[in-house]
Every structure is written in structure tokens, then in C-alpha cells.
């Protein structure tokens, strides 16, 4: 930057989501936020089109909770993101998952990434609420 402040920017991270889109991942952040499984689940799989082999609740739950909230050990069972993956596929494979709600999905996780690497275990759900619950407002 001209005063010699480091600026990045990286235009990988970018993607429209439309008005409909915005409610339906709204109205998770919401559920997650308020630790809502059942709603958590439905909008998950009925809203965002999440589907599974076995459409089993506990690993649907889980990984709502893991790609839009949070990576706590209720969630991951303890165990690493690469063994928690191997676990969740295991039990119940990924047959489906909705383009429009990957990237903020990620954002979650990169999100959270940084904050453990200052040792924050963050909700993402408790910080995106407000944010959440103006647009159910708007809309």
C-alpha cells in the first residue's frame, strides 16, 4: 500500500449469491446459531439439497455444524479433519452437495482456521447471526 502497509487481495474467494440463496443459508446460521438440529437438518437437506447415502441425522448434523459453524470436539469427535472426513464417509457417503452454498461453507472454514492459529475456537454461526437474521428481516 503507499504507506507501506501490506494489502492482499485475492479474487478467488468471490461469488453472487442470490436473494433466495442468502435466505436458505440465513435460515441455517440461524438454526446453528440456536443449536436447532432438527431445523439445522432441514434446512440442510431439504433447502440446500445436502444429500447422503443413508441420510443418517447425526452425520448430517455434523456436517452442517462442521462446514458452517464450528470443528469442536462434540462435532469431530476429537478426531483430525482428515480422519473426521474418513469417519462422516464411511458412515454415510456424500452423494450431493449444492454449488451455491460451497464457498461460504469454506469461508467457515478458513475463517475458523485463522482464528485457531491464534488459538480462537470460533462459532461462525455467532458472529454471522446478525447478519443472518437482517436478511430473514429484509426478506
Same mark, same amino acid.
Given at each position: $500500500? @503507499?504507506?507501506? =502497509?501490506?494489502?492482499?487481495? !485475492?479474487?478467488? /474467494?468471490v461469488k453472487h449469491i442470490s436473494p433466495e440463496t442468502r435466505k436458505i443459508y440465513a435460515r441455517l446460521i440461524k438454526a446453528l446459531a440456536e !443449536?436447532? =438440529? &432438527?431445523? *439445522? *437438518?432441514?434446512? #440442510? +437437506? /431439504? &433447502? $440446500?439439497q445436502y444429500r447422503t447415502k443413508? $441420510?443418517? @441425522?447425526?452425520i448430517l448434523y455434523k456436517m452442517a455444524c462442521f462446514w458452517n459453524d464450528r !470443528?469442536? @470436539?462434540d462435532i469431530t469427535g476429537g478426531l483430525n479433519v482428515?480422519? #473426521?472426513f474418513e469417519? +462422516? &464417509?464411511? %458412515?454415510? @457417503?456424500?452423494?450431493?452437495?449444492? &454449488?451455491? #452454498?460451497? $464457498? %461460504?461453507? =469454506?469461508? %467457515?472454514v478458513l475463517? =475458523? %482456521?485463522v482464528g485457531n492459529a491464534f488459538q480462537l475456537n470460533l462459532r461462525v454461526s455467532e458472529h454471522w447471526l446478525p447478519f443472518a437474521e437482517r436478511v430473514l428481516a429484509e426478506h
Amino acid at each position: $500500500m @503507499p504507506d507501506g =502497509r501490506l494489502g492482499l487481495i !485475492d479474487y478467488g /474467494q468471490v461469488k453472487h449469491i442470490s436473494p433466495e440463496t442468502r435466505k436458505i443459508y440465513a435460515r441455517l446460521i440461524k438454526a446453528l446459531a440456536e !443449536d436447532n =438440529r &432438527e431445523e *439445522i *437438518i432441514r434446512v #440442510f +437437506c /431439504q &433447502e $440446500m439439497q445436502y444429500r447422503t447415502k443413508n $441420510m443418517n @441425522p447425526e452425520i448430517l448434523y455434523k456436517m452442517a455444524c462442521f462446514w458452517n459453524d464450528r !470443528d469442536t @470436539p462434540d462435532i469431530t469427535g476429537g478426531l483430525n479433519v482428515q480422519q #473426521f472426513f474418513e469417519s +462422516c &464417509e464411511r %458412515a454415510d @457417503p456424500v452423494q450431493h452437495i449444492s &454449488e451455491d #452454498f460451497v $464457498m %461460504a461453507g =469454506r469461508v %467457515a472454514v478458513l475463517l =475458523r %482456521a485463522v482464528g485457531n492459529a491464534f488459538q480462537l475456537n470460533l462459532r461462525v454461526s455467532e458472529h454471522w447471526l446478525p447478519f443472518a437474521e437482517r436478511v430473514l428481516a429484509e426478506h
